[in-house]
Nanobody, 123 residues
Framework: QVQLVESGGGSVQAGGSLRLSCAVS????????MAWFRQAPGKEREKVAA????????STYYADSVKGRFSISRDSNTVSLQMNNLKPEDTGMYYC????????????????WGQGTQVTVSE
């Protein structure tokens, strides 16, 4: 069955780093747009980064709030999110998701989701 399992969350002080990982199985991973979302208490879910592979390379998307600090990558069965210079406003539950079509348009449909991993950044 389809599985997306996140790991790597935790509590850090502002300025610190975390690396989130998402192990995927049960579907044709290479043909999906892969993304990381986050949701803070009382706020809407936000797509923070996305990646797709095609045309011989990988293309990425980052929300303005994380550009220059977060980096998304993928290999054969794992999607990672390297988060540097973390800020308190990065606090939230982070979810890995798989969507179609594969080239990650703005209106991509994310059908598969992980259970989430909590990130807490303190002052």
């Amino acid at each position: 069955q389809v599985q997306l399992v996140e790991s790597g969350g935790g509590s850090v002080q502002a300025g610190g780093s975390l690396r989130l990982s998402c192990a995927v199985s049960g579907f044709t991973y290479a043909t999906y747009c892969m993304a990381w979302f986050r949701q803070a208490p009382g706020k809407e879910r936000e797509k923070v980064a996305a990646i797709y592979t095609g045309g011989g390379g990988a293309s990425t998307y980052y929300a303005d709030s994380v550009k220059g600090r977060f980096s998304i990558s993928r290999d054969s069965n794992t999607v990672s999110l390297q988060m540097n210079n973390l800020k308190p406003e990065d606090t939230g539950m982070y979810y890995c998701a798989a969507g179609v079509p594969w080239y990650c348009p703005t209106d991509a449909n994310f059908a598969y989701w992980g259970q989430g991993t909590q990130v807490t950044v303190s002052e």
